[in-house]
C-alpha cells in the first residue's frame, strides 16, 4: 500500500512545494532504502505526523527533518516483527475420559479372548488417516508433546495377574516353575501390503499357545506400543488389532505408542480409544470388536506394573514424538505439558520392588515404547532421564523392553560391571523402513553398523519376543517370521543372582 501524499494548501507558493519535494528526497536518500520503506509500511502514523507544508524555506527543511524523523523509526518495525513470531498461548488440550463402569445391576463380563474359529479380514483395510500427516506435522511443531492422563480414578497401579487370569492359572505357572510371555510393538497393519505382515506374526504367537510344552505356554502378550496406526483412531482397532488377534486365546495387555496418541487438530482428545479398549473400569465387550469376542482390558491407566509370578513389569508411556525421542517426564522444562508423574512413579516402583529384587523373589523388565537406548545422540534424552530414575531408586531393571524403531534390535550397555540390555521389537507387522540397513541371516550385525560396539543383534524382519523367566534365570528369544532367521535367531540368558548376561546359540531356545 503506498503512502498517501498529503497536498499541499493552495496558499503554499509552487517553488516552496518543489523545495520541499527536493528536501524530503534527500532525507530518503540518507536514511536509505530500508527505513523509506518502513515509513512507507506505516502510512497511517505517518500521514498523522508530517506537517503541513511551510510558508518559508527554512520551515520547509524544518518541515523534511520531521519527515526524516518518521521515517526512522526501525525499533518501530523489529518490535512488531518479534510480536509477530511469538506463538499463541498453549492451549489447554482436553484429556481422554475413561469408560464408565456398568451399572451395579449389570452382572460383571466373564473375560474373552479368541475365536472358536478364524475370522478372515473382509472389505477395505483401513488406511488409518494417513492422508492427515501433513496436518499432523503442522500440529506437531506448534504443540509438542501431550499431556498424559492421570490413572484412572481409584484404581491400583499394580494390577496382578490372577486377577486376570484367575488364581488357579497363576498357581499353575508357580508349580511349573516357568513364567512365559509373548511382547513386541509396532503391529497395526493399515495398509492392504501390511496386512499379511501382521498376520504371519499374530498367527506364529497364536501357534506358541497351542504347541507349547506342558507349563511353559504363554500366559499373555505384553503389546509395546503403537497398536493402532496412523493417529489411534477408533474405526481402526477391528481391522488393525481385534481382527489379528482373533485366535489369540490369551490376555493382551499395552503400552500405548506414539501413534496410539497422536492427533493433527486441536478438538482432538488423545488416547482416547486406547483407553475405551484398555483401560475400562471392567472387562466388557468391546465396542471396537464389533462382532468378535476378546473382551476390553481393564488396565489402570497407559502408565501401571503388571506384576505376576517372577516378574514385574513397569509400562510407560513415552508420548507422541514421531521422529524424535520419547518423553516421560518435564525434563526441567516448567512450561511442559508432561508432568514428572511418570518418572516419580517409576522410582517409587524400583525402590517398592527393590527388597524383593534384592532377594530373588522377582525380576524386573521396564516396557516404553520409544528406544530407551541406542548409543546415538537420538534417544540420548531419554536415556538419561531413565539413568537419573534408577540412579535415584538405587536399582536397575534386568532389562528394557521397547518398540518405535521398526526392527528387532538388541542393545548391551556396561553399567559398573553389569551386562545392561535394551531389547527394540518393533517389528510386529506394521512396516520395515526401507531406507534402513540391511540384515543378514549369517551375521547377527551387519557391516554397515558394526561401529557401533553396543549393537549386539540387528534384524531387519518381521518378528517377536518370547520371554521366558524362573526364580533364577530370565531369557528372552527373538522368533522371525522369515524362515532364513528362523526360531530362537537370537537369544540372550540373563542369571538373576549374578547379572550375568549369556549369548545363546542360534536356534537353540533356552529354558
Request: proline share 7%; hydrophobic share 40%.
Given at each position: 500500500?503506498?503512502?498517501?501524499?498529503?497536498?499541499?494548501?493552495k496558499?503554499?507558493?509552487?517553488?516552496?512545494?518543489?523545495?520541499?519535494?527536493?528536501?524530503?528526497?534527500?532525507?530518503?536518500?540518507?536514511?536509505?532504502?530500508?527505513?523509506?520503506?518502513?515509513?512507507?509500511?506505516?502510512?497511517a502514523?505517518a500521514?498523522?505526523?508530517?506537517?503541513?507544508?511551510?510558508?518559508s524555506?527554512?520551515?520547509?527543511?524544518k518541515?523534511?527533518?520531521?519527515?526524516?524523523?518518521?521515517a526512522?523509526?526501525?525499533?518501530?518495525?523489529?518490535?512488531?516483527?518479534?510480536?509477530?513470531?511469538?506463538?499463541?498461548?498453549?492451549?489447554?488440550?482436553?484429556?481422554?475420559?475413561y469408560p464408565?463402569?456398568?451399572?451395579?445391576n449389570?452382572?460383571?463380563?466373564?473375560?474373552?479372548?479368541?475365536?472358536k474359529?478364524?475370522?478372515?479380514?473382509?472389505?477395505?483395510?483401513?488406511?488409518g488417516?494417513?492422508?492427515?500427516?501433513?496436518?499432523?506435522?503442522?500440529?506437531?511443531?506448534?504443540?509438542?508433546?501431550?499431556?498424559?492422563?492421570?490413572?484412572?480414578?481409584?484404581?491400583?497401579?499394580?494390577?496382578?495377574?490372577?486377577?486376570v487370569?484367575?488364581?488357579?492359572?497363576?498357581?499353575?505357572?508357580?508349580?511349573s516353575?516357568?513364567?512365559?510371555?509373548?511382547?513386541?510393538?509396532?503391529?497395526g497393519?493399515?495398509?492392504?501390503?501390511r496386512?499379511?505382515?501382521?498376520?504371519?506374526?499374530?498367527?506364529?504367537?497364536?501357534?506358541d499357545?497351542?504347541?507349547?510344552?506342558?507349563g511353559?505356554?504363554p500366559?499373555f502378550?505384553?503389546?509395546?506400543?503403537?497398536?493402532?496406526y496412523?493417529?489411534?483412531?477408533?474405526?481402526?482397532?477391528?481391522?488393525?488389532?481385534?481382527?489379528?488377534?482373533?485366535?489369540?486365546?490369551?490376555?493382551?495387555f499395552?503400552?500405548?505408542?506414539?501413534?496410539d496418541?497422536?492427533i493433527?487438530?486441536?478438538?482432538?482428545i488423545?488416547?482416547?480409544?486406547?483407553?475405551?479398549?484398555?483401560?475400562?473400569?471392567?472387562?466388557?465387550?468391546?465396542?471396537?470388536?464389533s462382532?468378535?469376542?476378546?473382551t476390553?482390558?481393564?488396565?489402570?491407566?497407559?502408565?501401571?506394573?503388571?506384576?505376576?509370578?517372577?516378574?514385574?513389569?513397569?509400562?510407560l508411556?513415552?508420548?507422541?514424538s514421531?521422529k524424535?525421542?520419547?518423553?516421560?517426564?518435564?525434563?526441567?522444562?516448567?512450561?511442559?505439558?508432561?508432568?514428572?508423574?511418570?518418572?516419580d512413579?517409576?522410582v517409587?516402583?524400583?525402590?517398592?520392588?527393590?527388597?524383593?529384587?534384592?532377594?530373588?523373589?522377582?525380576?524386573i523388565?521396564?516396557?516404553?515404547?520409544?528406544?530407551?537406548?541406542?548409543?546415538?545422540?537420538?534417544?540420548?534424552?531419554l536415556?538419561?532421564?531413565?539413568?537419573a530414575?534408577?540412579?535415584?531408586?538405587?536399582?536397575w531393571?534386568?532389562?528394557v523392553?521397547?518398540g518405535?524403531a521398526h526392527?528387532?534390535?538388541?542393545?548391551?550397555?556396561?553399567?559398573?560391571?553389569?551386562?545392561?540390555?535394551?531389547?527394540?521389537?518393533g517389528?510386529?507387522?506394521?512396516?520395515i523402513?526401507?531406507?534402513?540397513?540391511?540384515?543378514?541371516?549369517?551375521?547377527t550385525?551387519?557391516?554397515?553398523?558394526a561401529?557401533?560396539?553396543?549393537?549386539?543383534?540387528y534384524?531387519?524382519?518381521?518378528?517377536?519376543?518370547?520371554?521366558?523367566?524362573?526364580?533364577?534365570?530370565?531369557a528372552?528369544?527373538?522368533?522371525?517370521t522369515e524362515k532364513?532367521?528362523?526360531?530362537?535367531?537370537?537369544?540372550i540368558?540373563?542369571?538373576l543372582?549374578?547379572?550375568?548376561l549369556?549369548?545363546?546359540p542360534?536356534?537353540?531356545?533356552?529354558?
Amino acid at each position: 500500500m503506498k503512502k498517501k501524499e498529503v497536498k499541499a494548501p493552495k496558499k503554499v507558493k509552487a517553488s516552496a512545494a518543489k523545495k520541499q519535494k527536493k528536501a524530503k528526497a534527500q532525507v530518503a536518500a540518507a536514511v536509505g532504502k530500508k527505513k523509506a520503506s518502513a515509513a512507507k509500511q506505516n502510512p497511517a502514523k505517518a500521514d498523522k505526523k508530517e506537517p503541513k507544508p511551510a510558508k518559508s524555506d527554512k520551515k520547509i527543511v524544518k518541515a523534511a527533518k520531521d519527515v526524516k524523523k518518521v521515517a526512522k523509526p526501525a525499533k518501530s518495525k523489529k518490535k512488531k516483527v518479534q510480536q509477530a513470531t511469538v506463538p499463541a498461548p498453549e492451549r489447554e488440550h482436553t484429556l481422554p475420559v475413561y469408560p464408565k463402569a456398568p451399572a451395579d445391576n449389570i452382572a460383571p463380563q466373564p473375560r474373552q479372548y479368541a475365536e472358536k474359529k478364524f475370522v478372515p479380514l473382509t472389505g477395505p483395510t483401513d488406511a488409518g488417516n494417513a492422508i492427515d500427516y501433513t496436518a499432523y506435522n503442522t500440529f506437531s511443531k506448534q504443540h509438542g508433546v501431550l499431556p498424559v492422563p492421570a490413572p484412572r480414578p481409584g484404581a491400583s497401579m499394580i494390577m496382578k495377574l490372577e486377577d486376570v487370569l484367575g488364581q488357579a492359572a497363576v498357581e499353575k505357572i508357580t508349580q511349573s516353575g516357568t513364567l512365559v510371555f509373548h511382547s513386541v510393538g509396532d503391529t497395526g497393519a493399515d495398509k492392504p501390503s501390511r496386512v499379511g505382515d501382521e498376520a504371519d506374526v499374530a498367527a506364529m504367537m497364536a501357534k506358541d499357545l497351542n504347541n507349547a510344552a506342558t507349563g511353559k505356554t504363554p500366559a499373555f502378550f505384553f503389546h509395546l506400543g503403537d497398536v493402532v496406526y496412523e493417529f489411534g483412531q477408533a474405526g481402526s482397532y477391528y481391522a488393525q488389532f481385534y481382527e489379528p488377534y482373533c485366535m489369540y486365546n490369551a490376555p493382551i495387555f499395552a503400552i500405548p505408542g506414539n501413534h496410539d496418541g497422536m492427533i493433527w487438530e486441536d478438538d482432538m482428545i488423545t488416547l482416547q480409544a486406547f483407553l475405551n479398549n484398555f483401560c475400562a473400569a471392567v472387562p466388557g465387550p468391546a465396542a471396537n470388536a464389533s462382532s468378535l469376542s476378546r473382551t476390553t482390558m481393564n488396565q489402570p491407566g497407559v502408565y501401571f506394573t503388571l506384576q505376576a509370578p517372577y516378574v514385574s513389569i513397569i509400562g510407560l508411556y513415552s508420548n507422541v514424538s514421531d521422529k524424535g525421542y520419547g518423553v516421560i517426564s518435564s525434563m526441567g522444562d516448567a512450561t511442559s505439558p508432561v508432568t514428572d508423574a511418570q518418572k516419580d512413579y517409576l522410582v517409587s516402583e524400583l525402590k517398592r520392588l527393590a527388597p524383593d529384587r534384592k532377594n530373588n523373589k522377582t525380576a524386573i523388565i521396564l516396557a516404553v515404547h520409544h528406544q530407551a537406548y541406542t548409543n546415538t545422540a537420538e534417544t540420548a534424552p531419554l536415556t538419561k532421564v531413565l539413568d537419573a530414575a534408577f540412579a535415584e531408586a538405587g536399582i536397575w531393571p534386568d532389562v528394557v523392553l521397547s518398540g518405535h524403531a521398526h526392527n528387532y534390535s538388541r542393545y548391551v550397555r556396561n553399567i559398573a560391571g553389569k551386562q545392561m540390555p535394551y531389547i527394540v521389537a518393533g517389528c510386529g507387522g506394521y512396516n520395515i523402513d526401507r531406507y534402513s540397513p540391511a540384515s543378514n541371516p549369517d551375521k547377527t550385525i551387519p557391516a554397515t553398523l558394526a561401529s557401533n560396539a553396543d549393537l549386539k543383534c540387528y534384524v531387519k524382519s518381521f518378528g517377536y519376543l518370547k520371554v521366558k523367566v524362573t526364580a533364577d534365570k530370565l531369557a528372552i528369544v527373538f522368533n522371525c517370521t522369515e524362515k532364513a532367521y528362523g526360531d530362537a535367531f537370537d537369544s540372550i540368558v540373563i542369571d538373576l543372582k549374578s547379572s550375568a548376561l549369556t549369548e545363546c546359540p542360534k536356534g537353540e531356545e533356552p529354558l
